[in-house]
């Protein structure tokens, strides 16, 4: 059963002019599935509340993508940037925002340390924040740079990759990165920068507490971490399914159809309506 868990993709953004707010729609579709197969219904949710709250559609849609590896960049870009417009299109047959595509790299082997001495920052002597790469170690056929937006408390800092894949709205490099900078200062459970874009690492907490959701409905939390009581590792505990008793054991003697498990599983991460427009990641 653990190795037929779905995976969770969650759609983040704005729902004020200035990007303080945030909401998120959560999709559970195929495992390893890079794209996110349901966006043109994330994204006419997401557009939607945005215009209820504002008045107004957005004037430009930029996207942070996490998770995509290299070799797949074109290919979720693409699947990606025809959902968005279509998302577009079903809300307003006229509404063509303008698209900037971004790509956001955690996971890389990339370190930065200052020349001299007197410019690193703390005890680790980091790079200073906001300190920018963008010649010399990055692409030569594309546009991506490295950015370490936040303070190292401890170790090396890691900056962040970011890989501009498509921008309809022509920013120059320096309107991305300070756009890229200023948008890791607004995370509600820091009083610091972080090292990611905001609504990139509030994407990552609705994704983490999603998957505990559809873990705990299929009976498969195993780990000390994933209980909150304490259980130990590997032990099954019966109460832990109760919230899905009846939906375990008709799939179990497949009287489910997968049509029917998907939706289930779908309502499984759906939080409730006073909450569905509310930070509750937080």
Same mark, same amino acid.
């Given at each position: 059963?653990?190795?037929?868990?779905?995976?969770?993709?969650?759609? +983040?953004?704005?729902?004020?002019?200035?990007?303080?707010?945030?909401?998120?729609?959560?999709?559970?579709?195929? !495992?390893?599935?890079?794209?996110?197969?349901?966006?043109? #219904?994330?994204?006419?949710?997401?557009?939607?509340?945005?215009?209820?709250?504002?008045?107004?559609?957005?004037?430009?849609?930029?996207?942070?993508?996490?998770?995509?590896?290299?070799?797949?960049? %074109?290919?979720?870009?693409?699947?990606?940037?025809?959902?968005?417009?279509?998302?577009?299109?079903?809300?307003?047959?006229?509404?063509?925002?303008?698209?900037?595509?971004?790509?956001?790299?955690?996971?890389?082997?990339?370190?930065?340390?200052?020349?001299?001495?007197?410019?690193?920052?703390?005890?680790?002597?980091?790079?200073?924040?906001?300190?920018?790469?963008?010649?010399?170690?990055?692409?030569?056929?594309?546009?991506?740079?490295?950015?370490?937006?936040?303070?190292?408390?401890?170790?090396?800092?890691?900056?962040?990759?970011?890989?501009?894949?498509?921008?309809?709205?022509?920013?120059?490099?320096?309107?991305? %990165?300070?756009?890229?900078?200023?948008?890791?200062?607004?995370?509600?459970?820091?009083?610091?920068?972080?090292?990611?874009?905001?609504? +990139?690492?509030?994407?990552?907490?609705?994704?983490?507490?999603?998957?505990?959701? +559809?873990?705990?409905?299929?009976?498969?939390? #195993?780990?000390?971490?994933?209980?909150?009581?304490?259980?130990?590792?590997?032990?099954?505990?019966?109460?832990?399914? #109760?919230?899905?008793?009846?939906?375990?054991? !008709?799939?179990?003697?497949?009287?489910?159809?997968?049509?029917?498990?998907?939706?289930?599983?779908?309502?499984?991460?759906?939080? +409730?309506?006073?909450? %569905?427009?509310?930070?509750?990641?937080?």
């Amino acid at each position: 059963m653990k190795n037929h868990v779905p995976s969770v993709a969650a759609v +983040v953004g704005n729902i004020d002019m200035y990007p303080q707010t945030f909401a998120a729609t959560v999709i559970v579709q195929k !495992k390893c599935r890079q794209e996110v197969v349901d966006l043109v #219904e994330a994204m006419v949710a997401r557009i939607n509340h945005f215009r209820d709250c504002t008045g107004k559609k957005p004037e430009r849609i930029l996207v942070y993508r996490d998770g995509v590896s290299e070799g797949q960049f %074109q290919e979720v870009m693409r699947k990606e940037m025809v959902g968005i417009r279509n998302a577009c299109k079903f809300i307003d047959p006229n509404y063509n925002p303008p698209l900037t595509y971004i790509v956001v790299q955690k996971r890389h082997h990339a370190r930065m340390f200052c020349k001299y001495l007197s410019d690193a920052v703390g005890k680790a002597r980091n790079i200073p924040p906001g300190t920018t790469v963008d010649t010399g170690i990055t692409s030569s056929e594309g546009f991506d740079f490295y950015l370490c937006s936040h303070f190292g408390i401890q170790g090396t800092s890691r900056p962040a990759h970011y890989h501009v894949l498509w921008d309809d709205s022509k920013f120059t490099s320096d309107e991305i %990165q300070a756009l890229s900078y200023h948008l890791c200062h607004n995370f509600g459970r820091c009083n610091r920068s972080v090292s990611i874009p905001t609504p +990139v690492y509030y994407a990552d907490l609705v994704c983490t507490r999603s998957r505990l959701h +559809v873990k705990r409905a299929l009976g498969v939390l #195993e780990t000390e971490n994933e209980y909150d009581d304490g259980s130990p590792s590997g032990i099954h505990l019966p109460h832990r399914r #109760e919230l899905f008793k009846n939906l375990g054991e !008709k799939a179990i003697c497949k009287t489910f159809s997968k049509n029917d498990l998907d939706t289930l599983l779908q309502k499984c991460v759906e939080v +409730v309506d006073v909450l %569905q427009n509310k930070m509750y990641f937080l």
